[in-house]
Nanobody, 118 residues
Framework: QVQLRESGGASVQSGGSLRLSCVAS????????LTWFRQTPGHEREWVGS???????TYGDSMKGRVTISKDSANSILYLQIIVLRPEDTGIYYC????????????WGQGTQVTVFS
């Protein structure tokens, strides 16, 4: 059973923007901490930002100021808005979920590819 499914990745010109989506199961959306990660070529998987309980959002330093996490609670969708895209943002963006009392992420989506060309 697919619990998380990302979409919205595309090939865009540098300076452009994208909105990525992650559809989660309703239970997971309401009860888990949801996070965006990315894997760029030659780098370790990197934390982009999280949506925690009580609608608290936090962001990693690498993309802070250029990303916004939002939620569509009616449809259990987590969004990642990215602006001012750069070629170094090219990579696969993943949505992951964990029990907020645990540190390990138990569920991962398949990822969505973002390619930024100059």
């Amino acid at each position: 059973q697919v619990q998380l499914r990302e979409s919205g990745g595309a090939s865009v010109q540098s300076g452009g923007s994208l909105r990525l989506s992650c559809v989660a199961s309703r239970f997971m959306f309401r009860s888990y901490c949801l996070t965006w990660f990315r894997q760029t070529p030659g780098h370790e998987r990197e934390w982009v930002g999280s949506s925690l309980l009580f609608d608290v959002t936090t962001y990693g330093d690498s993309m802070k100021g250029r990303v916004t996490i939002s939620k569509d609670s009616a449809n259990s969708i987590l969004y990642l808005q990215i602006i001012v895209l750069r070629p170094e943002d090219t990579g696969i963006y993943y949505c992951a979920a964990r029990d907020c009392t645990q540190g390990e992420y138990q569920f991962w989506g398949q990822g969505t590819q973002v390619t930024v060309f100059s």
